[in-house]
């Protein structure tokens, strides 16, 4: 539009002056007649205040503008003029503006304050401040006590605050009526006194002690702005203060209630500012009041105490650093005395103020944290950060499977699945054969570090077959159908089985942990191993899993049959440690291996290693830069093209135990690759 319109009440509220009556309707113009009249930006006393003159139009006051360019805004030597102010917010409609009309005059219309200029919704006779400091940095806990011992009104507390304030500005009257406005730096009072002035209105007078940001500067201007008396107290003074009793009671009920609940010490100034708003819709015994509490008796109106919720419900739980740590709950292997032995690191270890020791670093020569480690006879030892991920890492494969050392066979047991001996005879196209499987077995194996642990016979069949064999033997089961088909051969064949054994230095790989972090097996069984860590690192692991996957499934109605033609698969959960930074990671998978193949074509083509490698020459002969991008359960963005169905699991929570088709190429399913294969090509090409 060619004109911008500017409302004048918008103006007048930034502190602008607009003398909208035209100079010739005026007896005795001057040069502020009919024009804007910008506040003084200096202090001295004779700095003259900036003044825009208008013009009229008809009957329409105006005056020229032009649009400046991004050099002008940069430019420092111009003027730069707030016709408007960024808070609060204009509302044009907010009824405040009615009410502090309202209060200026009686039902007559005439003026009911006298001797005082246009004020707020509120008028307070006096309000008492000053600008000491308490330290509660030290080692002491007692938070209220620390508030006690100094009456301060501008509190500093020099430890980690979660909102970065370090004082708080407290205006407070003699009748137990106080507001709280936290700050960062004591050059702020001037924006605690704004907002006062905005929410509260604007007092008669304000008592301050000698702090120079409260008598010079932005803070005085605002005051004259206001037309607010600013008095200063007699030094060493400060019984003179009418206000200091209510200032000692506001500290000493925040002190209170950060004790009680047990709130952190850095949550102090959510504390004194709720402290002052319920201390200002009290009662107190206090003759002025006259039975009424502090907000009723500068409102005039009947406060809603509706809008105060208990103060532990307001405050956001903050996590334990044990709860967040990756390290915690890990077993690993450390040198005692001769031999190693297994610890477990049980928690941070914490200085004498409380607070955890040391900083987190994703080098870990540089991670300074300590942590408390336990052996299995009860006693604790301290070890940094860098010493257990050594230890965790050095006990590893590539792939994060423990090794160990086998010491010797403890025992053994055969479970009710395990093939009998008048199961293990088949014919096979007219031949007899012995059925080969080991499933059921169970050997007790005693390791290095003397612990102890039921392991698979399959497992330990491929890692330590000449001792198992022997164990066999002494044992009297080597005719089990579990024994029978293979240990005559590996005996005859000892000699060179062990020769081969010993250029491969085989240890045994410990499936059930991973980086000496144990690993579940089942949705239950993460859900139990979080309850016994008191974390929840792996039930957050499968809700974020679900969250990516949950779109993968059709779930059917109660009542809905599968479609006919449709083969059913199982789903399950598994479960991962990521070796960079030890999150826990689950992944939903379909048991494809039990489906028939679809009559499409299954193979994915990949892109050889050739291929990437000459385009990274390509890129650096050309200083082209490399962009890298990992698309999050890629194989779920594509569609499913066989005919699948499952019945979901507990990790769908209230759907668990309902139908549902799969209508995304889940992973483990055959085809998933080539679906997402021919999906990738087909949004490429578009």
Same mark, same amino acid.
């Given at each position: 539009?060619?004109?911008?319109?500017? *409302?004048?009440?918008?103006?007048?509220?930034?502190?602008?002056?607009?003398?909208?009556?035209?100079?010739?309707? +005026?007896?005795?113009?001057?040069? +502020?007649?009919?024009?804007?009249?910008?506040?003084?930006?200096?202090?001295?006393?004779?700095?003259?205040?900036?003044?825009?003159?208008?013009?009229?139009?008809?009957?329409?006051?105006?005056?020229?503008?032009? $649009?400046?360019?991004?050099?002008?805004?940069?430019?420092?030597?111009?003027?730069?003029?707030?016709?408007?102010?960024?808070?609060?917010?204009?509302?044009?409609?907010?009824?405040?503006?009615?009410?502090?009309? %309202?209060?200026?005059?009686?039902?007559?219309?005439?003026?009911?304050?006298?001797?005082?200029?246009?004020?707020?919704?509120?008028?307070?006779?006096?309000?008492?401040?000053?600008?000491?400091?308490?330290? +509660?940095?030290?080692?002491?806990?007692?938070?209220?006590?620390?508030?006690?011992?100094?009456?301060?009104?501008?509190?500093?507390?020099?430890?980690?605050?979660?909102?970065?304030?370090?004082? /708080?500005?407290?205006?407070?009257?003699?009748?137990?009526? /106080?507001?709280?406005?936290?700050?960062?730096? =004591? /050059?702020?009072?001037?924006?605690?006194?704004?907002?006062?002035?905005?929410?509260?209105?604007?007092?008669?007078?304000?008592?301050?002690?000698?702090?120079?940001?409260?008598?010079?500067?932005?803070?005085?201007?605002?005051?004259?702005?206001?037309?607010?008396?600013?008095?200063?107290?007699?030094?060493?003074?400060?019984?003179?203060?009418?206000?200091? !009793?209510?200032?000692?009671?506001?500290? %000493?009920?925040?002190? %209170? $209630?950060?004790?009680?609940?047990?709130?952190?010490?850095?949550?102090?100034?959510? *504390?004194?500012?709720?402290?002052?708003?319920?201390?200002?819709?009290?009662?107190?015994?206090?003759? =002025?009041?006259? @039975?009424?509490?502090?907000?009723?008796?500068?409102?005039?109106?009947?406060?809603?105490?509706?809008?105060?919720?208990?103060?532990?419900?307001?405050?956001?739980?903050?996590?334990?650093?044990?709860?967040?740590?990756?390290?915690?709950?890990?077993?690993?292997?450390?040198?005692?005395?001769?031999?190693?032995? !297994?610890?477990?690191?049980?928690?941070?270890?914490?200085?004498?103020?409380?607070?955890?020791?040391?900083?987190?670093?994703?080098?870990?020569?540089?991670?300074?944290?300590?942590?408390?480690?336990?052996?299995?006879?009860?006693?604790?030892?301290?070890?940094?950060?860098?010493?257990?991920?050594?230890?965790?890492?050095?006990? *590893?494969?590539?792939? @994060?499977?423990?090794?160990?050392?086998?010491?010797?066979?403890?025992?053994?047991? $055969?479970?009710?699945? &395990?093939?009998?001996?008048?199961?293990?005879?088949?014919?096979?196209?007219?031949?007899?054969?012995?059925?080969?499987?080991?499933?059921?077995?169970?050997?007790?194996?005693?390791?290095?570090?003397?612990?102890?642990?039921?392991?698979?016979?399959?497992?330990?069949?491929? /890692?330590?077959?000449?001792?198992? &064999?022997?164990?066999?033997?002494?044992?009297?089961?080597?005719?089990?159908?579990?024994?029978?088909?293979?240990?005559?051969?590996?005996?005859?064949?000892?000699?060179?089985?062990?020769?081969?054994?010993?250029?491969?230095?085989?240890?045994?790989?410990?499936?059930?942990?991973?980086?000496?972090?144990?690993?579940?097996?089942?949705?239950?069984?993460?859900?139990?191993?979080?309850?016994?860590? @008191?974390?929840?690192?792996?039930?957050?692991?499968? &809700?974020?899993?679900?969250?990516?996957?949950?779109?993968?499934?059709?779930?059917?109605?109660?009542?809905?049959?599968?479609?006919?033609?449709?083969?059913?698969?199982?789903?399950?959960?598994?479960?991962?440690?990521?070796?960079?930074?030890?999150? !826990? =990671?689950?992944?939903?998978?379909?048991?494809?291996?039990?489906?028939?193949?679809?009559?499409?074509?299954?193979? &994915?083509?990949?892109?050889?290693?050739?291929?990437? !490698?000459?385009?990274?020459?390509?890129?650096?002969?050309?200083?082209?830069?490399?962009?890298?991008?990992?698309?999050?359960?890629?194989?779920?963005?594509?569609?499913?093209?066989?005919?699948?169905?499952?019945?979901?699991?507990?990790?769908?929570?209230?759907?668990?135990?309902? =139908?549902?088709?799969?209508?995304?190429?889940?992973?483990?399913?055959?085809?998933?690759?080539?679906?997402?294969?021919?999906?990738?090509?087909?949004? *490429?090409?578009?």
């Amino acid at each position: 539009m060619d004109n911008n319109l500017l *409302c004048p009440m918008q103006c007048r509220l930034n502190g602008v002056t607009v003398n909208e009556i035209p100079k010739f309707l +005026v007896d005795n113009p001057t040069n +502020v007649t009919h024009s804007l009249v910008f506040p003084m930006q200096e202090q001295d006393d004779d700095a003259q205040p900036t003044i825009i003159p208008l013009a009229l139009d008809g009957v329409t006051s105006y005056f020229l503008v032009t $649009k400046p360019t991004q050099e002008d805004v940069e430019d420092e030597s111009m003027l730069h003029l707030d016709l408007t102010a960024e808070n609060p917010p204009w509302n044009p409609q907010d009824p405040d503006f009615a009410h502090r009309e %309202r209060n200026m005059v009686d039902s007559a219309g005439l003026i009911n304050i006298p001797d005082t200029t246009a004020r707020g919704p509120v008028f307070i006779s006096e309000v008492s401040l000053n600008n000491d400091a308490v330290d +509660v940095s030290g080692d002491t806990d007692l938070f209220a006590q620390a508030l006690d011992d100094n009456v301060a009104v501008t509190i500093a507390y020099l430890g980690k605050i979660l909102t970065g304030n370090t004082m /708080s500005q407290v205006f407070a009257t003699d009748f137990g009526w /106080s507001r709280n406005y936290p700050m960062r730096q =004591k /050059s702020q009072a001037h924006e605690a006194l704004s907002v006062l002035f905005s929410r509260e209105g604007v007092p008669n007078a304000i008592v301050t002690d000698d702090a120079k940001e409260m008598q010079k500067g932005k803070f005085a201007q605002k005051c004259r702005d206001a037309d607010t008396d600013l008095r200063q107290l007699e030094p060493f003074t400060p019984w003179a203060n009418a206000a200091e !009793r209510e200032i000692k009671e506001l500290k %000493r009920g925040a002190g %209170r $209630k950060l004790i009680s609940s047990k709130c952190p010490k850095r949550f102090w100034d959510y *504390c004194l500012e709720f402290e002052s708003y319920i201390r200002s819709h009290t009662a107190h015994d206090i003759f =002025k009041l006259d @039975g009424r509490v502090p907000e009723a008796l500068v409102s005039g109106e009947t406060p809603d105490i509706n809008t105060f919720p208990d103060l532990k419900e307001e405050l956001p739980e903050i996590p334990t650093p044990e709860a967040e740590d990756n390290y915690v709950n890990a077993e690993i292997m450390l040198p005692r005395g001769d031999g190693f032995e !297994r610890g477990r690191v049980v928690k941070r270890k914490r200085g004498i103020d409380g607070e955890v020791i040391g900083r987190a670093n994703s080098n870990p020569i540089l991670d300074t944290r300590l942590y408390e480690v336990q052996f299995p006879g009860g006693e604790v030892t301290e070890l940094t950060a860098n010493v257990i991920a050594q230890s965790m890492y050095a006990q *590893c494969d590539a792939d @994060g499977n423990e090794y160990l050392l086998l010491e010797s066979f403890v025992d053994y047991r $055969k479970e009710s699945g &395990a093939l009998r001996m008048d199961e293990q005879e088949i014919v096979v196209r007219g031949r007899k054969s012995l059925r080969r499987s080991t499933k059921g077995w169970k050997i007790c194996c005693q390791w290095k570090d003397n612990s102890t642990s039921w392991e698979k016979l399959s497992d330990l069949k491929e /890692s330590h077959p000449v001792q198992v &064999a022997e164990y066999a033997v002494a044992q009297g089961i080597a005719h089990e159908p579990a024994f029978n088909w293979w240990v005559t051969h590996v005996l005859r064949k000892r000699d060179r089985i062990v020769a081969a054994v010993k250029k491969r230095n085989v240890r045994y790989l410990k499936k059930t942990h991973k980086f000496g972090i144990e690993l579940p097996k089942s949705v239950a069984e993460a859900y139990e191993l979080d309850r016994r860590n @008191g974390d929840t690192k792996w039930a957050d692991a499968i &809700a974020k899993e679900m969250k990516n996957v949950r779109v993968a499934f059709r779930i059917l109605p109660d009542g809905e049959r599968v479609p006919q033609n449709y083969q059913f698969v199982h789903c399950h959960m598994i479960f991962d440690v990521k070796m960079e930074d030890l999150r !826990r =990671k689950a992944r939903l998978v379909a048991g494809g291996h039990t489906t028939e193949a679809p009559a499409t074509m299954t193979y &994915a083509s990949v892109v050889s290693r050739e291929t990437v !490698r000459i385009a990274l020459l390509i890129a650096a002969l050309n200083d082209l830069p490399v962009w890298a991008a990992d698309i999050m359960n890629a194989y779920v963005t594509a569609p499913n093209q066989e005919k699948i169905w499952t019945t979901l699991g507990p990790e769908f929570g209230e759907d668990a135990g309902k =139908k549902a088709i799969i209508v995304r190429a889940l992973y483990g399913l055959k085809s998933a690759g080539a679906s997402f294969r021919n999906h990738l090509g087909n949004v *490429c090409e578009r």
